[in-house]
């Protein structure tokens, strides 16, 4: 087992804030100062800062691989090669970054300038915060929240309207489009996201990762009796991620740049960083929704936990790409039509199965 | 939402050049549509008017990058029936292959464009790599890759390359498996079925009052082609038949188009076995014409391109006139897209095959 993150930073922190630095004070002779330092509300609140740090930071970056895992399979099912910057393209992303860093901040004069820019705001921020639900393995997480999941889809939930926001408040036609089709988006697909869970919570009884991974490391993987739940939530996961083929708010071909025409610079770097964000988060709870998390075989009990839980990640990720890379773009009332009259009646059934195979109790 | 005009264009990703389109939306659905031509305006039968006859040849290369050797081809038989000349046998020969290889050259680029349109990048690398290869054919019959400058009032600039019926049959061999592939990622992707069935379909009644021609009306049920109804050059010797659907939407254009490769793979296969290994591929032209006119129209990728030249006796023309297929098919972009979403706009216009050189001239 390894050591808790939480346990990991709280003694490393007592050990500065008390034993180095709160010494130190001691030793100068201002002792109130050196309670101060060790009292516990101190200790906890460097702890968490410490926590969330590591966790952004390490969110952020495996955000970035999934762009580099992106252009690289896309490249590849198209017959290129993708980014070619450093070694094997790793570095492309980070001239990107510089480059979206440099560019002139812009405002349209027409626009809202004060949701204009608060709208940006909220798609970020909101796409960093659910990385604090998410559990890499029993030891590396922020919170151990009894309603993660709901947390998660919740937030999940916030971006669509965001977009609606900014892409009103540019004050063009285009982006106003494209925010009236999020909003119109998020009728279609949201619904059969949340019905899909729910044959999970039944079977496992619970709202929280660690049990619904706990669940499955005693019985079995949730995508074996759930196989429908998996696929609908999969195929709505996609829409709620507006990756291809559900990217009907940017569609780039009629609508420029869709909800986005009128964010550039470094605003417009963040929003494609964080839409990988939301790219992470949302293979992460397929991952542990379905996949057992960290859940492995016990001949590959050499390989990390958390490095495990990240390899199912990258491909469930893998699995989005390739469905981008052979499906052209949904029309907003195709994609109303599937996730209303295919997409839900399957989640209905899914949660049938599992209320058949809860009551019969074989799992 | 109250209803608006959005311009789309004249620069802007649906427009596969620079024109404008505008629509008036109701929301996501469209009431009204105004094409507006005129941003890439170059005065192309005004210039020609200064130039002397030969001088035009690459003139009408640019016409169109997609196609342009059938549109400096088209222009060479006006001249040659406005000076009397009579071309070679050989040289005949060497033309249709040429124009049936421009044909799949061009048709591959309007597969690429359509990706992107339905939203999907892969079929554009995919039938990019393939127009490579035609491209280089074309490389090693004239020496150039876009605007050939091949065609010669009286005949072709010079005969093939050696081995050049080798890499020819090759390049079909190729392409033919390649084509099998895009069926297979287009065709049977249900997603794209969804995109294309029933989609702006048109009578053929309708079709024809609006004047269209080319792949566009074929798709409506119409057995109308200018290589079948008016042969020209060696057409009437070849072995070949008329593609056609009846359905006349988005999925019958495409149909048609897909299918009209296969048959220029076989006419370039047929032309190839039954084309004069040897002879004179160029007569001299005169380098005055007499006063009249010549006249010459010809089955473009796009449609019937027309070329109609006037003469006062010099060696200028007096005047040149161009029938472009996609100026006529653009006008019915009201009947086209009245009724249906902001996002069919790039899938029923990209397949037609937008290319605003011939267009706007």
């Known amino acids: 087992m390894y050591l808790d993150i939480w346990q990991f930073l709280g003694g490393l922190v007592h050990w500065l804030l008390v034993d180095i630095i709160g010494a130190f004070v001691g030793w100068l002779g201002f002792h109130g100062l050196e309670g101060w330092l060790g009292s516990p509300g101190v200790l906890n609140f460097v702890t968490i800062l410490l926590v969330a740090l590591i966790v952004f930071v390490v969110g952020m970056l495996i955000s970035i691989t999934l762009i580099w895992q992106e252009r690289k399979t896309l490249g590849r099912l198209m017959d290129r090669r993708g980014t070619q910057v450093g070694p094997i393209g790793l570095f492309q992303n980070f001239a990107d970054g510089l480059k979206v860093l440099v560019k002139e901040h812009i405002v349209p004069e027409a626009a809202d300038s004060l949701v204009y820019n608060a709208a940006p705001v909220i798609i970020i921020g909101t796409s960093l915060a659910m990385f604090v639900t998410l559990p890499y393995s029993p030891g590396f997480y922020v919170s151990n929240s009894e309603l993660g999941v709901l947390l998660t889809l919740a937030l999940f939930g916030i971006v669509p309207f965001a977009v609606l926001l900014g892409g009103w408040a540019s004050n063009n036609k285009y982006t106003l489009i494209g925010g009236m089709r999020a909003a119109a988006q998020i009728i279609a697909y949201e619904v059969p996201l949340l019905l899909s869970v729910v044959g999970v919570i039944i079977l496992t009884g619970s709202l929280n990762f660690f049990e619904i991974v706990q669940w499955q490391q005693e019985n079995i993987w949730l995508i074996a009796p759930m196989i429908i739940g998996a696929i609908v939530f999969t195929i709505s996961m996609v829409a709620e991620l507006e990756r291809a083929p559900f990217d009907l708010p940017e569609a780039e071909a009629e609508l420029v740049e869709g909800w986005g025409t009128e964010y550039g610079g470094m605003r417009f770097g963040l929003i494609m960083m964080s839409e990988y964000a939301r790219g992470f988060v949302g293979s992460s709870i397929i991952t542990l929704l379905f996949l057992g998390g960290w859940d492995m075989p016990d001949f590959l009990n050499f390989i990390p936990v958390g490095l495990w839980f990240l390899l199912k990640m990258f491909m469930v990720f893998g699995i989005i790409i390739w469905i981008r890379g052979a499906l052209p773009r949904f029309r907003t009332d195709q994609l109303l039509h599937l996730g209303w009259r295919r997409l839900l009646p399957l989640a209905a059934i899914n949660i049938a199965i599992a209320i058949v195979f809860k009551t019969m109790g074989w799992f | 939402?109250?209803?608006?005009?959005?311009?789309?264009?004249?620069?802007?990703?649906?427009?596969?050049?620079?024109?404008?389109?505008?629509?008036?939306?109701?929301?996501?659905?469209?009431?009204?549509?105004?094409?507006?031509?005129?941003?890439?305006?170059?005065?192309?039968?005004?210039?020609?008017?200064?130039?002397?006859?030969?001088?035009?040849?690459?003139?009408?290369?640019?016409?169109?990058?997609?196609?342009?050797?059938?549109?400096?081809?088209?222009?060479?038989?006006?001249?040659?029936?406005?000076?009397?000349?009579?071309?070679?046998?050989?040289?005949?020969?060497?033309?249709?292959?040429?124009?049936?290889?421009?044909?799949?050259?061009?048709?591959?680029?309007?597969?690429?464009?359509?990706?992107?349109?339905?939203?999907?990048?892969?079929?554009?690398?995919?039938?990019?790599?393939?127009?490579?290869?035609?491209?280089?054919?074309?490389?090693?019959?004239?020496?150039?890759?876009?605007?050939?400058?091949?065609?010669?009032?009286?005949?072709?600039?010079?005969?093939?390359?050696?081995?050049?019926?080798?890499?020819?049959?090759?390049?079909?061999?190729?392409?033919?498996?390649?084509?099998?592939?895009?069926?297979?990622?287009?065709?049977?992707?249900?997603?794209?079925?969804?995109?294309?069935?029933?989609?702006?379909?048109?009578?053929?009644?309708?079709?024809?009052?609006?004047?269209?021609?080319?792949?566009?009306?074929?798709?409506?049920?119409?057995?109308?082609?200018?290589?079948?109804?008016?042969?020209?050059?060696?057409?009437?010797?070849?072995?070949?038949?008329?593609?056609?659907?009846?359905?006349?939407?988005?999925?019958?254009?495409?149909?048609?188009?897909?299918?009209?490769?296969?048959?220029?793979?076989?006419?370039?296969?047929?032309?190839?076995?039954?084309?004069?290994?040897?002879?004179?591929?160029?007569?001299?032209?005169?380098?005055?014409?007499?006063?009249?006119?010549?006249?010459?129209?010809?089955?473009?990728?796009?449609?019937?391109?027309?070329?109609?030249?006037?003469?006062?006796?010099t060696d200028k023309p007096f005047r040149v006139k161009v029938r472009s297929p996609l100026f006529v098919i653009l006008s019915g972009a009201k009947v086209l897209l009245k009724g249906y979403k902001v996002a069919d706009v790039p899938s029923i216009m990209g397949m037609v095959d937008v290319c605003m050189g011939e267009t706007d001239r």
């Open chain 2, 1 to 313: 939402m109250a209803e608006m005009w959005i311009n789309m264009g004249p620069q802007h990703p649906m427009t596969h050049g620079l024109w404008n389109l505008r629509i008036k939306v109701d929301g996501e659905t469209i009431t009204d549509a105004e094409p507006v031509i005129g941003y890439l305006h170059r005065g192309w039968e005004k210039m020609v008017e200064d130039r002397r006859y030969p001088q035009i040849i690459p003139m009408a290369d640019r016409l169109c990058y997609g196609s342009s050797f059938t549109w400096s081809h088209v222009y060479c038989m006006a001249a040659e029936d406005l000076m009397g000349v009579e071309v070679p046998e050989r040289a005949k020969w060497i033309r249709a292959m040429s124009d049936e290889l421009q044909r799949i050259g061009n048709h591959l680029m309007w597969l690429a464009a359509i990706g992107p349109d339905l939203g999907n990048l892969t079929i554009f690398l995919y039938a990019i790599r393939e127009r490579e290869a035609f491209l280089d054919l074309f490389q090693s019959l004239c020496g150039a890759r876009m605007t050939y400058n091949y065609c010669r009032i009286g005949g072709v600039r010079n005969a093939a390359p050696p081995n050049w019926e080798r890499d020819v049959l090759r390049t079909l061999d190729y392409f033919e498996k390649r084509l099998d592939e895009y069926e297979d990622l287009v065709d049977r992707n249900k997603v794209f079925r969804m995109r294309m069935e029933d989609l702006a379909p048109l009578p053929a009644k309708e079709a024809i009052n609006l004047g269209f021609t080319g792949p566009t009306l074929r798709a409506s049920g119409v057995k109308y082609d200018i290589r079948h109804n008016d042969p020209y050059e060696i057409y009437d010797q070849v072995d070949w038949h008329m593609c056609t659907a009846d359905e006349g939407d988005t999925y019958a254009r495409y149909r048609v188009r897909m299918d009209e490769m296969r048959m220029s793979v076989q006419i370039v296969r047929d032309i190839l076995k039954k084309m004069p290994k040897d002879g004179p591929i160029r007569v001299k032209p005169p380098r005055t014409a007499p006063a009249g006119t010549g006249f010459a129209r010809m089955e473009d990728p796009r449609g019937e391109s027309l070329i109609y030249i006037a003469s006062d006796g």
